[in-house]
C-alpha cells in the first residue's frame, strides 16, 4: 500500500452549533440530524460543557432509545444513569459508558453535582439491521481502567479500537465488532505532531475542542469546535503549531452500508420498523 500522507484528506468540515436536549441541556451538536450516511456508522456527537449549573442542571428525564448504542464519555463532571432494568450507575470524571439500546431501553441521565463544571462528549453508534433487537445492556467504565499512555509530545487516551499512533500499537477498552470503532482522546503538546494510519474500510473523522490543530502534509486549519471528515488512505500527519497543547477526538468506524430511518431516540432501517417502534412504546413494550 503506498502510504503517501497526501492520499489522506479532509473532504468536509463542520462547526459545532449550539443546541439543547434532554430538559434544556445546552450543548454544542458537533453533527446529527442529516445526511446521516456521511458519517456512518455514526448517527450523532454532541459536546456539552459548562461552568454554569443552569446549563445542565435539568439533564435528561426517562426517555426511549431503540436500534443503537450511545457512548457518553466525562471529561469532567458527575452524571447518574437509571434504567428500566435496575441498572443505577454513576459517570464520573474521565468515566466512559458504553450503552447499547438494541430492542429497547428507558433511562435517565441526570447530573449528580448542583456546581461546578460539567464537560463531556455523547457518541451514536449505529447498529446493524440483524442486531438492533438485542437485548440492552451497558458498561460504566472507571477512568483508571481506560487504557491511557503518555508519550514524548503527546498522550492518548483509548476508548476503543485498535491502531498505531507514531507507530506504536495502541488497544482501547472496548473492542466492537460489526463497526471495528475507534474512539481516541488526544493530547498533542505545542510544536509537535503525530501520525495516525486512515484506511478506507473506516469512516474516519477529528474533533478539535480545544485548541487547533493542522492536519495532512497541506496543513489544512481544523480550529477550535471544528469536526474534518477525512477521505482516502495512507499515513496522516496531525500537527500543533500552537504555543498551547491541542486536545482532539479520533473517531473511526466500518460503514454498514445499510438505510437509516431515525425518527428522535429510534434509529432503524424502515420506515415501518419506526412505527412499530413507535407504537411498542406508546403501548408500554418497547423493551419487552
Known sequence: ???????VKVQQQLVARPASDGAGVKLLRVFGGAQLERFDPFLMLDE??????ADYIAGFPAHPH?????????????????????NVGLLADGGVQWMTAGKGIIHSEMPKQTEGRMHGFQLWVN???ERKLIPAHYQDIAAEDIPWQQFTGFSVKAIAG?????????????????TEVIYLDISLAPQQSISLPITEQLNAMLYSYSGAIRIGSVGTLNKEKTLSLLTGSGSLIIT???????????????????PIKQYGPFVMNTAAEIEQAIHDYQNGVLTS
Do not use: W
Not at 457518553?72 to 435496575?86: A, F, I, V, W
Not at 500543533?240 to 445499510?258: M, T, V
Open 240 to 258: 500543533n503549531n500552537n504555543n498551547e497543547e491541542a486536545k482532539f477526538l479520533f473517531i473511526a468506524g466500518k460503514p454498514l452500508r445499510q
Open 48 to 53: 456539552f460543557g459548562s461552568d454554569q449549573a
Open 127 to 129: 447498529l446493524a439491521a
Open 1 to 7: 500500500m503506498n502510504m503517501n500522507p497526501t492520499e
Open 162 to 178: 485498535a491502531i498505531k499512533v507514531n507507530d506504536i500499537q495502541l488497544q482501547g477498552f472496548f473492542s466492537i465488532a460489526d
Open 66 to 86: 431503540r436500534g443503537f448504542e450511545t457512548v457518553t464519555y466525562m471529561l469532567q463532571g458527575k452524571m447518574e444513569h437509571r434504567d428500566h432494568l435496575g
